[in-house]
């Protein structure tokens, strides 16, 4: 905020800025402000007012969403159709019924996915439509997605072989949406895709079996762990946080000096979630190693915290 207080005494326009921070903020407060945003001649304006508004998450945006659905830019309608998914009213639902017809194929995509996300049994019928007719893979692949979160447990195998689709684009997409639907049954497939030839879907892979927080993707996830790829090798770090199996500890020390400074950062916040003297030695000591000037503050305030749980917990035990 003082960043933006200095740059408003500079004379810069920071509109854009504001309405970012707003969504940051996620204060009721900026709701009808940010919807008047939606209507403002800078671009930068409208799409972050809509970001915010999506991080805000309150119900009274809902109705100034739906009416800039006929904005004639994709990006913009796209933006808004993920807003209305994360708000999940039921009154967005005919809108989003409406746009699986988007001329656009990244907002029919987005739209499948809100859907989805709402959980309106009238939305079965188009979903149906859109998951066998659609001209548009990736479409088929969400509106399936969709399907299986209405209960049409049947839609779930088309999803799991658009894992073997020879566009990695749309084994990527298959791999998010399994993670998105958080299916133990999903594991075995999940587990093969872990060696992708495209790091990308290797990437979502590790994201998605950390999305199941099931005890069973743990082995594939520590393989993942030293994959050639950083990126794989720290969102499998991340999810190993996230699922928080005990023999995965000595495995996310060691990651603290893997080359990768990216790795390294979310090895120290993956075994933030344990509990222990020895995770505290242990992200002090990388403290001591790292060169690297932005991860050793984030160490510091890594381990401030994790002291100041300590401090807590004991004060609780001494009461």
Request: one cysteine or more; proline letters at 4%; glycine letters at 6%.
């Amino acid at each position: 905020m003082i960043g933006l207080l200095l740059d408003v005494l500079a004379g810069k326009d920071v509109r854009a800025d504001i309405a970012y921070s707003m969504g940051e903020i996620s204060s009721p407060r900026a709701v009808f402000p940010l919807i008047e945003a939606l209507d403002d001649p800078d671009e930068d304006v409208r799409r972050n007012a809509v970001f915010a508004l999506g991080k805000i998450r309150d119900k009274r945006s809902v109705p100034g969403l739906v009416e800039k659905l006929k904005d004639p830019d994709d990006g913009f309608r796209w933006g808004i159709v993920r807003t209305l998914g994360q708000i999940a009213d039921p009154l967005a639902v005919d809108a989003l019924i409406r746009c699986l017809k988007d001329k656009s194929q990244r907002v029919r995509v987005r739209t499948a996915e809100a859907i989805g996300m709402l959980g309106d049994k009238k939305a079965v019928r188009p979903l149906m439509e859109a998951a066998n007719f659609d001209t548009d893979e990736l479409v088929r692949v969400w509106a399936n997605f969709a399907l299986v979160r209405l209960g049409q447990n049947e839609k779930l195998n088309p999803v799991l072989m658009a894992l073997q689709n020879r566009d990695p684009m749309v084994r990527f997409n298959a791999a998010g949406a399994l993670g998105k639907l958080g299916l133990t049954s999903s594991i075995p497939y999940l587990t093969r895709a872990s060696k992708d030839p495209d790091k990308r879907v290797r990437y979502r892979v590790a994201l998605s079996l950390g999305q199941i927080k099931d005890m069973d993707v743990v082995d594939c996830l520590l393989q993942m762990l030293e994959d050639e790829d950083e990126q794989v090798r720290y969102s499998a770090a991340e999810s190993l946080g996230r699922v928080g199996h005990p023999k995965t500890l000595n495995y996310l020390i060691k990651a603290l000096e893997d080359e990768s400074s990216q790795v390294r950062f979310f090895s120290a916040k993956a075994l933030c979630n344990f509990e222990g003297k020895e995770i505290l030695m242990a992200l002090k000591k990388a403290l001591e190693k790292e060169d690297e000037v932005w991860l050793k503050e984030n160490l510091r305030d890594l381990i401030t915290s994790i002291e100041e749980k300590q401090i807590l917990k004991t004060s609780i035990e001494e009461i």
